[in-house]
Every structure is written in structure tokens, then in C-alpha cells.
Nanobody
Framework: QVQLVESGGGLVQPGGSLRLSCTAS????????MEWYRQGPGKQRELVAT???????NYANAVKGRFTISRDNANNTVYLQMNSLNPEDTAVYYC?????????WGQGTQVTVSS
């Protein structure tokens, strides 16, 4: 069983930056594929970024070049650095952990980009 707790969301002006964190409980964090999803108002949840257990990363086209996913296995934490934010990035951001076909969600953290 894995519990995920996100933090770092908030209100930011267009062009600003935020860093989201997701800390996991449990063992073997380094073996999990970690992902960030988001769900904007009236939209479906979408995959934003992925980092594998080996550190390979992948990004949605909408955030490529602006967002960076990273992980700190010693502290069971995955990060999402978000730069050059725009109003279309407004969403609840969720952390997701997957290993051997089992997945776990965090509770989400709200990111609002507005002037």
C-alpha cells in the first residue's frame, strides 16, 4: 500500500513558476513509475509527465519545455517544476504511483494561473 501526499499548489500569475511535491509512504519507492496528471475545469484528467524507476522522463506536448519532473528516491519524493505558467495550466494536479499493475493516487493539489 502506498499513500501519496501532494503539496506546492497555489495561485500564480501568468509567466510564473511553481514546484509541486509528492511524498510517498511505504517501501520500494525507487521501483515505482511516478506520474503527474492534471484535471482542468470541465476537462478530463490528462497525463502531464512521467518518470520511470530509471529516471527516464516523458512529457505531454502541452508542457514540454516548460515542466520538469524529477525524483528523490532517498526522500520518497517526486517533483514537478512548472515554469512559464499560463491560464490553460489551471487544474488540480495529481500524483500517481504505479508498479506491477497496481496504481495509487494522491488527493490532488490546486494550481490556479491568473492575473
Amino acid at each position: 500500500q502506498v499513500q501519496l501526499v501532494e503539496s506546492g499548489g497555489g495561485l500564480v500569475q501568468p509567466g510564473g513558476s511553481l514546484r509541486l511535491s509528492c511524498t510517498a509512504s511505504g517501501s520500494f519507492f525507487s521501483l515505482y513509475v511516478m506520474e503527474w496528471y492534471r484535471q482542468g475545469p470541465g476537462k478530463q484528467r490528462e497525463l502531464v509527465a512521467t518518470i520511470t524507476s530509471r529516471g527516464t522522463t516523458n512529457y505531454a506536448n502541452a508542457v514540454k519545455g516548460r515542466f520538469t519532473i524529477s525524483r528523490d528516491n532517498a526522500n520518497n519524493t517526486v517533483y514537478l517544476q512548472m515554469n512559464s505558467l499560463n491560464p490553460e495550466d489551471t487544474a488540480v494536479y495529481y500524483c500517481y504511483a504505479e508498479r506491477s499493475g497496481r496504481g495509487y493516487w494522491g488527493q490532488g493539489t490546486q494550481v490556479t494561473v491568473s492575473s
